[in-house]
């Protein structure tokens, strides 16, 4: 900044080079911010990378403006929508494998970008949420990316979670409803299939990754990958073959480095008897209890072979489908007696309350109307009384 000798000879009060601007705190326009943030979403959708880019940086300074305290619950919700609507069509547009995982990792930290667990959670309910919507839109040429994003979205979340419940100081139960809360608007939907049965197929294998505790990873293993395979609305012969995979192999070799002894085996007893339970219940379609039972099997084997493999038996395939059906169908037989049972007692419950009536308010039985419908004859007295021989 240059002082000019005309402004010193009249002595006037000068400002130091370096002096900083003055703060102006401005009030917050819920209706400008609404159209800022649509003109973002349109620069996230662009063709040209370098806009992109730029769209992408000022994201995070948006999404805590949608959390301002000024802002509806209603009016809140859309916002966020509207910006993960934006980063969908901002991974829609990206190229090339490498780049792609690289703009799957930028809009994953700006998702997470607000400081509140609370905040974080509402973002990713709202991105997941537009996943589902926009899922079966998505061809096959994109389609690796965005099962590449879903997978780091839900580290990343699972991993916030852990780090709010074992660093901050939230207790189990918060964060166990915070993430169910997350999910409940989005893949525990009956309409979402395909995005469903990704995450099904990956949580475990994640659950794992993010290093969390055994009784935390079998109530969230219960909550999220079991209940979507229980409800039987994308039932198939692919997804019960499928399933196994990420439940035994997942748990048991794949990601071994991340669990010690009795941690693995504390996860697979639990798992087992998840499996059991969700076996013979009546919520879960007849289709899904075989894979179940099977994976039952595959899970007490392997924690045979943890406690005692001195004392493992490996028992043979055919005899393992055998004791699966003759426990599906002794489920069944249970489940026969126990109706006719209640059918008895129904039917008993019902005789002595038409005894206590008595036979004067019990319901008189309901008439029989003859509804044949009659010929009409026309007969006259000729007929009746006339002799034959007057013709």
Known sequence: ????????????????????????????????????????????????????DDALMNVPQWIQAAFHESVSTADRTLLQQKLALGLFFCLWHSDKPLVQLECADRITKTV?????????????????????????????????????????????????????YELNGATRDECIAATLASFR????????VGIALHVADISLDEFLKAKMKPETFIVL???????????????????????????????????????????????????????????????TVRLVRPMLSEAQGWLEDAAARLSAP?????????????AIHREVAEADETRIESAALNYEARREKREARAFLVGDAKRKKPRRVLNTKRRKEYVVTKQDLYADADDD
Not at 185 to 192: F, K, M, V, Y
Request: hydrophobic fraction near 45%; charge should be positive; glycine fraction near 2%.
């Open 1 to 52: 900044m240059k002082i000019k000798k005309k402004a010193l000879r009249k002595r006037l009060a000068q400002l130091p080079i370096n002096f900083p601007a003055p703060v102006v705190e401005r009030q917050f326009d819920l209706d400008e911010a609404k159209r800022r943030i649509e003109h973002l979403c349109c620069s996230l959708a662009h063709n040209e990378v370098e806009i992109r």
């Open 112 to 164: 997470f970008s607000p400081t509140t667990l609370a905040d974080q959670c509402d973002m990713f309910s709202a991105m997941m949420l537009i996943l589902c919507r926009r899922w079966s839109t998505i061809d096959r040429y994109r389609l690796d990316k965005y099962l590449a994003f879903v997978r780091r979205l839900l580290f990343a979340f699972i991993s916030r979670c852990r780090d709010a």
């Open 185 to 192: 608007d989005s893949i525990l939907t009956p309409g979402a």
């Open 221 to 283: 293993s219960q909550e999220i990958p079991l209940a979507l395979m229980v409800k039987g609305n994308f039932v198939e012969k692919r997804v019960l073959d499928q399933f196994l995979v990420p439940i035994a192999a997942g748990v048991l070799s794949q990601r071994a480095k991340y669990l010690s002894d009795e941690d693995r085996l504390t996860i697979i007893q639990g798992l087992s008897k998840l499996c059991r339970s969700l076996s013979v219940a009546k919520s």
């Open 310 to 322: 001195e004392q493992f038996i490996q028992v043979s395939k055919r005899l393992s489908q055998r």
